[in-house]
């Protein structure tokens, strides 16, 4: 990949690339104007744009029952306090508890290579480690084993 030292364009091809030179494997959504996925053993990325930005969102895999929503929306409150990036959110589906976290980036007057590969980097960096604190802190949820 080319390092440019004026910002280009954002495109879905850019982000593969990034992806495959981090030693990922990426996929386009069933949708691909809804972007690039991205799995882990327990969250699944999607990079997102839209308008000026590009968005990442990610879904923790554990789940827990509705009954503790108190607990699981007062940690993530507490993690949210304590770290700049990602931002974490629960939301019920289906009676059940998920964790959402996001990160975005203007991309408006578009990215460097650098650039978007640093972004990328440090937003996968830091979903994972929301990833292990949810592990660490709501271990019920947790069904799965390390590369699973």
């Keep these: 990949m080319d ?12 982000l593969t690339a990034v992806l495959t030179s981090l030693g990922l494997n990426s996929q386009p959504a069933e949708d691909a104007s809804q972007g690039v996925l991205v799995g882990f053993t327990n969250m699944i990325l ?5 308008a000026d930005t590009l968005h990442c969102l990610g879904r923790w895999r554990g789940q827990l029952d509705e ?20 931002t974490l ?4 589906l289906d009676g059940t508890l998920v964790v959402v976290m996001g990160r975005a ?18 937003t996968i960096q830091q979903f994972g480690v929301a990833g292990q604190w949810l592990e660490e802190n709501f271990p019920q949820a947790v069904d799965w084993t390390e590369g699973e």
Excluded: C, K, M
Excluded at 3 to 12: E, H, I, N, R
Excluded at 89 to 92: F, G, H, L, M
């Design 46 to 50: 999607q990079f997102t744009p839209a």
């Design 89 to 92: 959110s629960v939301q019920v």
């Design 3 to 14: 390092a440019p030292a004026t910002p280009t364009p954002y495109t879905p091809e850019r």
């Design 105 to 122: 980036v203007d991309v408006a007057f578009g990215l460097t290579d650098a650039q978007l590969r640093a972004w990328v980097a440090t």
């Design 67 to 86: 009954d503790q929503i108190a607990g699981l929306i007062a940690g993530t409150a507490a993690f949210n306090t304590h770290q700049v990036i990602p």
